[in-house]
């Protein structure tokens, strides 16, 4: 099984349409997690970071499940400058924390 | 406050070849991780390094590639006698500590292509 786990899409969507990425991860000792946004043949940029309550950045809504260890991005609104690929990247701990990226989820927000 | 710099940004080497990528963190950074990144693929894990050790590389191949990131000056990823295969972009991303509610912040890559 795979550290960090995501549906590699694409997802295609219209604009303003709602849509919602998970992302699963095998570590149950793992205590941070991140969504990360990455344009094409660019570095990738943090989008926000996941917190246990869940946490709302604009448009955007992160979520965690610790008990089926599992987070979520949704995006309201969608917009065309969201077309990008979001990455999950949790802290895994092997005896340092480790920024461990899942394959990334492809977004498409078309007219 | 500049960001993460990587250089080059683009870089062609033959066959056989050694292939030398530079990383300077973020000022006050003194972590530092490289990833690799093959085409639509995801960001892998090689190293983490803070200055003058490393720290874990279990993601690095056993040959042919080294990291450091001395006192003085940028972290290095080198690759000695390149391969068609080593082709990919490889990114390094800086941290301000260690522990696990760090974020890492992104250089730009390099661009690695092996003709």
């Known amino acids: 099984r795979k550290e960090v786990e995501q549906d590699p899409g694409p997802f295609n969507v219209p604009e303003g349409a709602t849509v919602a990425f998970n992302c699963t991860y095998s570590?149950?000792?793992?205590?941070?997690f991140f969504w990360y946004r990455q344009d094409c043949r660019k570095e990738p940029k943090l989008l926000m970071s996941?917190?246990?309550s869940g946490n709302e950045d604009g448009r955007f809504t992160a979520q965690l499940n610790r008990a089926s260890q599992y987070i979520s991005l949704l995006i309201r609104d969608s917009k065309l400058s969201d077309s990008a690929t979001y990455l999950c990247?949790?802290?895994?701990?092997?005896?340092?924390?480790?920024?461990?990226f899942g394959r990334g989820t492809s977004l498409i927000v078309h007219p | 406050n500049a960001g993460v710099m990587q250089n080059p940004r683009h870089l062609v080497r033959r066959r056989g070849q050694e292939a030398r990528l530079r990383c300077s963190p973020m000022k006050g950074h003194s972590h530092v991780y490289w990833y690799r990144q093959l085409p639509e693929e995801g960001l892998k894990f090689m190293v983490y390094l803070q200055k003058e050790n490393i720290i874990d590389e279990s993601g690095m191949p056993k040959e042919r590639f080294s990291a450091e990131f001395p006192k003085e000056g940028p972290s290095i990823l080198r690759i000695q006698q390149v391969v068609r295969g080593d082709s990919a972009a490889y990114f390094c991303?800086?941290?301000?500590?260690?522990?696990?509610?760090?974020?890492?912040?992104f250089g730009q890559g390099t661009r690695l292509t092996v003709v």
């Open positions: 990247v949790v802290n895994i701990p092997r005896g340092s924390y480790i920024p461990t």
């Open positions: 996941v917190y246990s």
């Open positions: 991303a800086s941290s301000p500590a260690a522990g696990e509610v760090t974020e890492a912040f």
């Open positions: 570590n149950s000792a793992s205590q941070s």
